[in-house]
């Protein structure tokens, strides 16, 4: 929203985006699943699914936690609003 002024401009943006980032991970897996062997299957997919989790894990403590970012979300949402108001009131 920050260079983006139409809601619906951002929503369409980031359907887009979902789509296509869902699009490359199920080709980049049938790509790895190619290769292996029925036994490794199990194997592979959870090594990759923890670390995931484990890297979403450790960017949110630090985005949230109080001793990292310590981002809290009222305040983000009312920078964000506020920008957004001195914005439009500018351009009107």
């Not at 929503?11 to 985006?17: E, N």
């Not at 490359?24 to 670390?51: C, H, K, P, S």
């Not at 894990?57 to 310590?70: H, N």
Request: hydrophobic fraction near 50%; include cysteine.
């Amino acid at each position: 929203m920050t260079f983006i002024r139409n809601i619906w401009v951002c929503y369409a943006g980031y359907i887009v985006f979902k789509c296509l980032y869902m699009l490359l991970i199920t080709i980049a897996m049938y790509q790895i699943a190619a290769d292996l062997t029925m036994e490794r299957y199990a194997l592979v997919f959870g090594a990759i699914n923890f670390g995931a989790f484990a890297l979403q894990t450790i960017i949110t403590s630090v985005v949230v936690d109080s001793r990292g970012l310590g981002l809290g979300i009222i305040p983000q949402v009312r920078r964000q609003i506020r920008k957004c108001h001195s914005g439009l009131l500018q351009r009107k």
